[in-house]
T-cell receptor
Framework: DAGVTQSPTHLIKTRGQQVTLRCSPK?????VSWYQQALGQGPQFIFQ???????QRGNFPDRFSGHQFPNYSSELNVNALLLGDSALYLC????????????FGPGTRLLVL | RKEVEQDPGPFNVPEGATVAFNCTYS??????FFWYRQDCRKEPKLLMS???SGNEDGRFTAQLNRASQYISLLIRDSKLSDSATYLC??????????????FGSGTRLSIRP
């Protein structure tokens, strides 16, 4: 039973560029949440997708957008990258009726230069 | 005031000691509570849920005090392998059934031989 997978594992971009991160949820899970974790901080909720729609959103600008596909996998897109976007981006999947129990992927480390 | 607050530590205790962490939350409508563990450069992993009646899992005991809006984690007979960052998580489900999941910044624990 595969857990949550994310790609790529590491990424280096420059300011102003755009990035797409990918996530495949744990088998049987259809809800995907994305988090940003800066060094020394807890994960900050970006948004949650369920049934291919954004169901909940945290305090992140519109530069952060996402998508969920029919197979429940998800993408996180960040436009016009800023230095402050450098962080670990975590994807978590869950079941719809137990949405609060999150299973995390290993994350994508993004460095913006 | 942060929605979820934790003492960042670090807590540096000898092996075999008992250590306790507290976490306070601001939203009285919050419904579910969790402790996650995060090892260095790894993803968070669910340690245990926290119930109003208190719950125990081996050396770990979690308690919830709704009146005072705090949760606690007690680790008895600490092991070297308990060294990690412990994240407090609070979930509030909205009218649309979407979860608002807030992580604390984490408490660092270091167990010394």
């Amino acid at each position: 039973d595969a857990g949550v997978t994310q790609s790529p594992t590491h990424l280096i971009k420059t300011r102003g560029q755009q990035v797409t991160l990918r996530c495949s949820p744990k088998s049987g899970h259809d809800t995907v949440s994305w988090y940003q974790q800066a060094l020394g901080q807890g994960p900050q909720f970006i948004f949650q997708y369920y049934e291919e729609e954004e169901r909940q959103r945290g305090n992140f600008p519109d530069r952060f957008s996402g998508h969920q596909f029919p197979n429940y996998s998800s993408e996180l897109n960040v436009n016009a990258l800023l230095l402050g976007d450098s962080a670990l981006y975590l994807c978590a999947s869950s079941l719809p009726d137990r949405g609060e129990t999150q299973y995390f992927g290993p994350g994508t480390r993004l460095l913006v230069l | 005031r942060k929605e979820v607050e934790q003492d960042p530590g670090p807590f540096n205790v000898p092996e075999g000691a008992t250590v306790a962490f507290n976490c306070t939350y601001s939203n009285s409508a919050s419904q579910s509570f969790f402790w996650y563990r995060q090892d260095c450069r790894k993803e968070p992993k669910l340690l245990m849920s926290v119930y109003s009646s208190g719950n125990e899992d081996g050396r770990f005991t979690a308690q919830l005090n709704r009146a005072s809006q705090y949760i606690s984690l007690l680790i008895r007979d600490s092991k070297l392998s308990d060294s990690a960052t412990y994240l407090c998580v609070v979930n509030t489900v909205s009218y649309s059934s979407a979860s608002k999941i807030i992580f604390g910044s984490g408490t660092r624990l270091s167990i010394r031989p």
